[in-house]
């Protein structure tokens, strides 16, 4: 089957630096994305990933391992609002989008 | 520019009712995308369109039907409601299959 894994919460302090991680195994593989949703909002797209390495975009960077089937998102200088979920979804061998549950990121001041 | 838009915003419904959820996008994205949300679940496709006039089944389809008459338009059908499809579902349009889906504010529904 296919499974995109996350750690269902994490808690970082304002000014800090988080690291979220998402290990997946999924049938072929054609991207992965990173978005982020605040509470009883829509996602929103943050980054994309298709060759290893990292990707850097302002605070947030993405990192992708093809072989480890690993990702992470970094977020840096940590913001009252960056508490938000951030979900990591991997595009299949179909072109969809397969998602994990999410991260629960908790700021605190 | 409204980007995508999906009506109603909340709607509770009656079970063994049907009911249409719409969505709209002005963006002239080729795909489009029905998803639903539920609590400690990954959004789960239900049913997408690559093109106009093209539909596929996604991940969990059964009790939902769609249509794709035109670019612009992708409504979800529940043709008879049940309790587990209470849900908040999201509508998304992409610019082809390589690109970031965007997601429209998403209909909050429950069937009661």
């Known amino acids: 089957g296919q499974n995109i894994d996350q750690p269902t919460e994490m808690t970082a302090t304002e000014g800090a630096i988080v690291q979220i991680n998402c290990t997946y195994q999924?049938?072929?593989?054609?991207?992965l994305f990173w978005y982020q949703q605040h509470a009883g909002e829509a996602p929103t797209f943050l980054s994309y990933?298709?060759l290893d390495g990292l990707e850097e975009k302002g605070r947030f960077s993405s990192f992708l391992s093809r072989s480890k089937g690993y990702s992470y998102l970094l977020l840096k200088e940590l913001q009252m609002k960056d508490s938000a979920s951030y979900l990591c979804?991997?595009?299949?061998?179909?072109?969809?989008?397969?998602w994990g549950a999410g991260t629960k990121l908790i700021i605190k001041p | 520019t409204a980007g995508i838009t999906q009506a109603p915003t909340s709607q509770i419904l009656a079970a063994g009712r049907s009911m249409t959820l719409r969505c709209t996008q002005d963006?002239?994205?080729?795909?489009m995308y029905w998803y639903r949300q539920d609590l400690g679940l990954g959004l789960r496709l239900i049913h997408y369109?690559?093109?106009?006039?093209?539909?596929g089944k996604g991940e969990v389809p059964d009790g939902y039907s769609v249509s794709r008459a035109n670019t612009d338009d992708f409504p979800l059908t529940l043709a008879s409601a049940v309790p587990s499809q209470t849900s908040v579902y999201f509508c998304?349009?992409?610019?082809?299959?390589?690109?970031?889906?965007?997601f429209g504010p998403g209909t909050r529904l429950t069937v009661l």
């Open positions: 998304a349009s992409s610019d082809g299959t390589e690109r970031e889906q965007f």
């Open positions: 963006m002239r994205h080729n795909a």
């Open positions: 369109s690559n093109t106009a006039g093209t539909t």
């Open positions: 999924t049938s072929g593989f054609n991207g």
């Open positions: 990933n298709v």
């Open positions: 979804a991997v595009r299949d061998s179909n072109y969809q989008l397969i």
